[in-house]
């Protein structure tokens, strides 16, 4: 019952979302013309929902058959796995670094770094070597030899972790034009206990498990809308050159836009799912059929059938394709308006595009031809050297990374119990987040610096209403 949970927190939504059970038609935003249009972030798959299932619920325009995948798909997100043989879920492993997806997002939201004492759950290190010159740009990241391209720091029994992580933070200070103080940490990766000695020259990469809500609007909106707003020698010397990152599809076997993950490196949701289960925990699918222990001298038996079937596979993304996104709130709030004016002039919008139209989505209408706020271009955009982990990913550069939706962004601290931001989870509030920009965001950090604490407090609450 989580889902049943999240149906008794929207009870205002009753009879929309019974509707739409009952229908194969979808609901549209007309039958609740109480909100306005800049509270219906999703469109029509908009829940009002603030409470912490915020970013549980499926999308209430899922007609009767479509709200059933959804839901076995939910059984499956939160499917534990275990060694194998088993009756139920095996093939963990044998090298891994969680049991399941609900694991490392959490109520389907945002994960953060460690805390003292604490182990990995929701963060993971991307590893690489550093590319030949002749392999060119736009090529995958180069494996380790015998750890591959992410470091699994757990293992079934008879197996050993590749290794841990080692994490401190120096602490750097910022004065805002008011005489404001702003403490910063930057984080410090020590790779340890590793099962064999590491190249010296290894690329290391922290990344948290971001939000899986609203996912499947992002996935809907078309390539030439996206493409419209890449700017990547800079034309209109506005400073921003906002970049696509072309990825390779192992379904079509070509070179794709991306979309999702940190550095736009997965094209598609079903790629990033079936990426996931294997990366994360060892799982094997039709679309990545070599365990990731694959190579390493420690293990020598491998899967010889994919772990998880081509229908686990489809309900788990379909799952994460129809959650619903939470609706805006106080948007008719005096400084939340303030706030949005400071943002734009600021030009934050310039990356974090508002609005967006989507197209169709073959297979899932609950998602298709809606209007969109995300606050998102999914381009790559250079953040500047504080940012930056010198990992390049296919044509993101070592200090590029994807711009990632706002919306939802004021609810993590009630869904997920935190406030830790950007890739790494190393700002510990949105205002830190914001002050760590740099690169193409230098005039936007500097324009930020130069706010009152007034203004600065308005554009936070104008954050925290998305």
Known sequence: MKYFHSLLSVTLLALILLSACDSESPVTVE???????????????????????????????????ALAKHLEGDVEFEAVFVTAPAVVNPGLGPIYNNVSCINCHSRDGRGRPPGANEGLVSLLFRLSLPKMEDSGVGKPPTPVPGFGTQLNNRSIVNATPEGKVKIDYTEQTLTTADGTRVHLRHPNYTLTETYQQLPENIEVSPRVAPAVFGLGLLEAIPEEAILAYADEADVDGDGISGKPNYVWDVVKQRYTLGRFGWKANQPTLLQQVAAAYNDDMGITTSLFQTENSAGQPQLTEHSAVPEVSDEILDVVTFYVQTLAVPARRDVDNPQVKHGEQLFAKAQCASCHVPTFR????????????????PYTDLLLHDMGPGLADNR????????EWRTPPLW?????????????????????????AILWHGGEAEVSRQAVEQMSKAERDALIVFLESL
Do not use: C, K, W, Y
């Open 358 to 373: 989507t197209g169709v989505l073959a297979g899932v209408p609950s998602v298709s031809n809606q209007t969109i706020h």
């Open 392 to 399: 390049p990913d296919f044509h993101a550069s070592g200090s």
């Open 408 to 432: 939802g962004i004021g609810l993590v601290q009630r869904v997920n119990g935190h406030t830790n931001f950007l890739h790494d989870g190393r700002a510990r509030n949105l205002m830190e």
């Open 31 to 65: 039958s609740i013309p109480i909100f306005s249009t800049s509270e219906i972030s999703g469109g029509e798959t908009t829940v009002f929902d603030a409470s912490s299932h915020a970013f549980s619920i499926p999308a209430p325009n899922l007609s009767t058959a």
